[in-house]
Each structure stands twice: as structure tokens, then as C-alpha cells.
């Protein structure tokens, strides 16, 4: 039997790139993986609106492919093809007190959490499953799931107890509740998206604290404060919501997010089943999608948002909906 597991171990792992062991990898510097530097509010303290609607990209604004974007957190979580080097690389961080980093590893933890209790025999076992004849996934479904294997598997196969003993008294008694205390941790830091997301959980939180956690990310300028407003916005059966949601997409392309029509946060949400037609941009592919009257409202309502951040008038900004405070005592 130990020959045989031995056997599967060795065809799993040549679906990876070879990974050391926890041990033996020295943690970036805190400079390699920055902070999030602020950016101010798109028009706030420069120009007014009038004179940036003069000067502002059109809704097909990355035509030109001139535009880079910037580099944020998400960024590093989304390109790196492999998420347990990742997690492993920024912990020493995390657990110093980098609400970054702490993110960081939630994003990881949370995508790959199905991995956190699979061993070698079941991690082969699932891959013949969906990769193989009768998995019912189709080409371009197999390709973006392999992918996503591959990204997660070293957690099946390497040690990553280091991820939770990093947490010190505060770590959970299951592994899949890792993710929700490193999240935790970069919500209390102060990480803007983290504050966002937070804000948006249902959960026993009143609603004058929830938007008050909106307003401080967007104070931030972060581009991924923005994108995250245009997902809690967006509904993909209702192109009325979708006009309203996009100019938070146009807000976060500005301020520096990957909009690139093959930005992985574009591909692996809205081109999974088949691929999606070719367009200059992720903008200008949702752009598109919208009738002409939906489109001058989607302008109408980004030009509003604009003077809004400008003026600092929180009050009436038409932020997605957010939930109901629970009922339900927090648990203690």
C-alpha cells in the first residue's frame, strides 16, 4: 500500500511546478509586497469635472492598450500560479500585523479551502474526475478548471500548518475557518477592500456602520474598492443593474485595476462556460452590452458619482444595496 500512494504522489506532483518545503522559504520583505499606496479620489483636490470631461478616457478607454495598471494585492493573489508559494511567501508578514498580507492570505486560503483537507490519493482521484471523458465539463470549462488545480494543489500536498499556527491564540479549530481569521485580522488593520467586504457580509452589523466602513475604503482611492462596488452592483440577468454598476468598473479602471479584456477577475467570473467575444477592454465589453439608453444612464450616474467623491457628499451616493443588520445574536 505505501508503494501504491507513493506511486499517485509522484503523478500528482508533476502537475506542479516543484515546491520547497515551508521550511525552507525565506518571506519576501515587507517592500515587495507594498501597502496599498493611497491614490486620491478621481477629480478630489485637482481638476474639476468639467475640466476632466474633457480629458477623461472614453467608455472604451484601453483601445489604445497605452493604459498599465497599477499594481494592488489582488494582483499579486490573482497572477500568481501558484497560491500555497503565496500564502507561504507573505505569512511571516501577516502575522506581524500587515492587514496586506493578512489579506493576502485570505484571498488564498479562501479560494483553495477544498484543498485544505484533501490528501494525495483524493487530489488524484479529483483530477481524473473532472479532467477525464466523462467529467460533462467542456473544453474551455476543463482549461479554466485545471488551471485552478493547479493554483491550489500544493495545499493537498505540501505542509501548510505554518498558516495556521501563525495565528497564534486566535487560530480557529478547523483549518477551513483559517481564511475567515485572517480576513478578520485585515478588517481590523484597516484594509480598504477588506472593509468593503466586511460591510457587505450579512451578518449582525447596523447599517450606519456598515457605510460608514464604505465611505473610509472610499477615501482610500483604491481601485479595488471601486471594483468591488460594481460587483456587489452588478446582476447579470439585468441590464437596468448593470448600467448602474458599471460606472464603479470605470471608477476602479481609472484608478488603476487590470481592465484588460484578459484580466483573470474578467475571465474566471464572466467567461467560464465559453469563452467571451473579443472586445478592446473588460470595460468596454460590458460597455457594449448596454443599449443606448442604458448607456447614457450609465454615464449620467458616473458623472454624479464623480462630483459626489469630489465634493465628499457620502451622504447621497448611490451605493449598492447594502444588507439588513441580522437578527441573529453574534456568536459569542
Same mark, same amino acid.
Given at each position: ?12 506532483? %508533476? ?32 481638476? *474639476?469635472?468639467? /475640466? ?18 497599477? %499594481? ?16 507561504? *511567501? ?24 477544498? +484543498? ?28 479554466? %478548471? ?8 500544493? +495545499? ?24 475567515? /481569521? ?57 441590464? /437596468? ?6 460606472? %464603479? ?16 477577475? +474578467? ?11 473579443? /472586445? ?5 465589453? +460590458? ?46
Amino acid at each position: 500500500m505505501g508503494l501504491v500512494l507513493l506511486v499517485i504522489l509522484a503523478g500528482t506532483v %508533476w502537475l506542479l511546478p516543484t515546491a520547497p518545503q515551508p521550511q525552507t522559504i525565506v518571506p519576501r520583505p515587507a517592500a515587495s509586497v507594498m501597502a496599498f499606496p493611497p491614490r486620491p479620489v478621481p477629480g478630489r483636490g485637482s481638476a *474639476s469635472l468639467a /475640466a476632466r470631461q474633457s480629458t477623461v478616457p472614453r467608455w472604451d478607454w484601453l483601445d489604445s492598450g497605452s493604459v498599465v495598471p497599477a %499594481w494592488y494585492p489582488r494582483r499579486e493573489f490573482e497572477e500568481a500560479p501558484d497560491l500555497y508559494r503565496l500564502s507561504l *511567501s507573505v505569512v511571516r508578514e501577516a502575522a506581524a500585523g500587515s492587514p496586506v498580507h493578512a489579506y493576502l492570505l485570505y484571498l488564498a486560503l479562501d479560494e483553495c479551502h477544498s +484543498f485544505l483537507r484533501l490528501d494525495a490519493q483524493s487530489i488524484h482521484a479529483l483530477y481524473e474526475r473532472m479532467l477525464g471523458v466523462g467529467s460533462g465539463l467542456g473544453p474551455h470549462e476543463q482549461a479554466q %478548471w485545471a488551471e485552478q488545480f493547479n493554483r491550489c494543489v500544493g +495545499f493537498a500536498v505540501y505542509d501548510w500548518r505554518t498558516l495556521g499556527e501563525s495565528l497564534g491564540s486566535e487560530r480557529p479549530g478547523v483549518s477551513v475557518e483559517y481564511a475567515g /481569521a485572517w480576513f478578520l485580522r485585515a478588517v481590523r488593520g484597516a484594509h480598504p477592500p477588506a472593509l468593503v467586504e466586511s460591510a457587505y457580509r450579512p451578518g449582525h452589523m447596523a447599517a450606519a456602520k456598515r457605510r460608514e466602513q464604505v465611505v473610509q475604503a472610499l477615501d482610500s482611492g483604491d481601485p479595488e474598492v471601486y471594483w468591488l462596488l460594481f460587483l456587489q452592483a452588478y446582476e447579470r440577468d439585468s441590464p /437596468a443593474a448593470q448600467a448602474l454598476a458599471l460606472p %464603479w468598473l470605470r471608477l476602479a479602471c481609472e484608478a488603476g485595476l487590470d481592465c484588460r479584456f484578459h484580466a483573470p477577475w +474578467f475571465q474566471q467570473r464572466f467567461c467560464v462556460v465559453a469563452p467571451c467575444r473579443p /472586445a478592446a477592454s473588460s470595460l468596454a465589453w +460590458f460597455w457594449q452590452s448596454l443599449s443606448a439608453e442604458q448607456q447614457e444612464e450609465a454615464q449620467s450616474r458616473f458623472d454624479q458619482i464623480v462630483l459626489d467623491l469630489e465634493q465628499e457628499r457620502y451622504e447621497g451616493l448611490p451605493l449598492p444595496t447594502l444588507p439588513a443588520e441580522s437578527r441573529t445574536p453574534p456568536r459569542r
